[in-house]
């Protein structure tokens, strides 16, 4: 009888411990990863992070590297806008198949082997604006938005980049960089309109708003290549950015 007592007592002190520890630890009880969620950054994915943690350092490396190599290559052997499309496109992918922060480290890296290899001034022009813009991408090609809020984006980054390098040269040089610019545009403005018989002059301000829109409409027709080629290699390799306007897929004869 006294056996039975004894266990019963140890029972009953079991589960009253064990229902302590359940209510002392209410979280480590209800903590149930999501295994199913393909988000890298979300906080049910921590086992999944410590396993995939060696590849996503291996790949996050690599395409650091291969952003900087063709930043380098193309400085110092200009081809034209051949390697200049692919500037953002492998921090995008990091950013696609590893999430925010991962596309963050790879543009921070780049910038930093391009300061040991190029020196600080030529780093800061290649993550101001391509490795931000790669990770602007990224993330909105994650979020499948449309091409034309990506695109939108992408060339205002890209116009910021743009007076961002005059400002940063223009400092370094000690002269204003954007009264070349300006004059250029206003030799351009002044021919059109002596070949469309116009005897206005255009004020200085007229001719800078017009310099302005060039460049934003250059950012534009940048980006929308960029997406091209990110929409025929990215498919490829597995990480596919949403889909073009019907225009595009007829444009470029593309079958889903």
Known sequence: MSDFFSADSASNLSSSSNTNNDRQNPAISAWSPDRTNPDPDSPDQTSDRSSTAPLRLVETAFLASTASLIWLVNY?????????????????????????????MAALVSGLLLSVLMGPTRSILYVIPFGIMGVALGGLWRRKTSWSVSISVGALIGTFGFFFRFWLLSALVGQDLWVYVTAQVAEMVEWVFVKLGWLSVPSLNTIQ????????????????????????????????????????????????
């Open 76 to 104: 110092y052997f200009p081809l034209g806008p051949l390697l200049r499309v692919f500037f953002p496109v492998p921090i995008a992918l990091v950013y696609l198949r590893w999430g925010q922060r991962a596309a963050w």
């Open 209 to 256: 708003a017009i310099a302005a829109g060039m460049i934003l409409v250059n950012n534009i027709i940048y980006l929308f290549v960029v997406h091209l080629v990110a929409k025929l290699l990215l498919d490829r390799l597995g990480n596919p950015i949403p889909r073009p306007p019907r225009w595009v897929q007829v444009l470029i004869d593309y079958e889903e």
